[in-house]
């Protein structure tokens, strides 16, 4: 089993539709989790710590169910800009504490 | 306030040569992290170092990779007698806690011809 876990897409949407992305991660020690954004070719963005309590930042909701493992993105009222890859990010824990990255979900926002 | 600083922006090398990329992390970050991205493929966890120390190397290659970070200067990835198999891109992030996000560089793009 992968140890962080994205359906690659692409998702194709229109401009102002609501996307959701989900995630699953292997490790139940982790302890930190986030969603940082790649556009082509460059570096990944830090996007958005994700709490146990569910955060929001704007039109950027996340959700973390520790149980189950899973994290979600959900994007409201999206836009071209939006267009870009999303990766689900978890802490490994222990010691080290490295960050394991999902191989990413495509978003593509049509006009 | 610069943010992580990576050169070169693109290297290109020689099948055999020496690749060399550097790496300063964010003014008062200590953790340095470098990931490897495949084209087409994910970012994959190399080494993890704190000044002077190699923290955890788990993701480097056994041979012809290693890193370093010295008490004064960058921290450096050499990749000795390069192949094509090394073309990727190569990112390094920063941290002030082991337990935050990361904040990364824009990379370094190897070629091997």
């Known amino acids: 089993r992968k140890e962080v876990e994205q359906d690659p897409g692409p998702f194709n949407v229109p401009e102002g539709a609501t996307v959701a992305f989900n995630c699953t991660y292997s490790?139940?020690?982790?302890?930190?989790f986030f969603w940082y954004r790649q556009d082509c070719r460059k570096e990944p963005k830090l996007l958005m710590s994700v709490y146990s309590s569910g955060n929001e930042d704007g039109r950027f909701t996340a959700q973390l169910n520790r149980a189950s493992q899973y994290i979600s993105l959900l994007i409201r009222d999206s836009k071209l800009s939006d267009s870009a890859t999303y990766l689900c990010v978890v802490n490994y824990g222990g010691a080290t504490n490295k960050l394991i990255f999902g191989t990413g979900t495509l978003l593509a926002v049509q006009p | 306030n610069a943010g992580v600083m990576q050169n070169p922006r693109h290297l290109v090398r020689r099948r055999g040569q020496e690749a060399r990329l550097r790496c300063s992390p964010m003014k008062g970050h200590s953790h340095v992290y470098w990931y490897r991205q495949l084209p087409e493929e994910g970012l994959k966890f190399m080494v993890y170092l704190q000044k002077e120390n190699i923290i955890d190397e788990s993701g480097m290659p056994k041979e012809r990779f290693s890193a370093e970070f010295p008490k004064e200067g960058p921290s450096i990835l050499r990749i000795q007698q390069v192949v094509r198999g090394d073309s990727a891109a190569y990112f390094c992030?920063?941290?002030?806690?082991?337990?935050?996000?990361?904040?990364f560089g824009s990379g370094t793009r190897l070629t091997v011809v």
């Open positions: 992030a920063s941290s002030v806690d082991r337990l935050e996000g990361y904040t």
């Open positions: 490790n139940s020690a982790s302890q930190s």
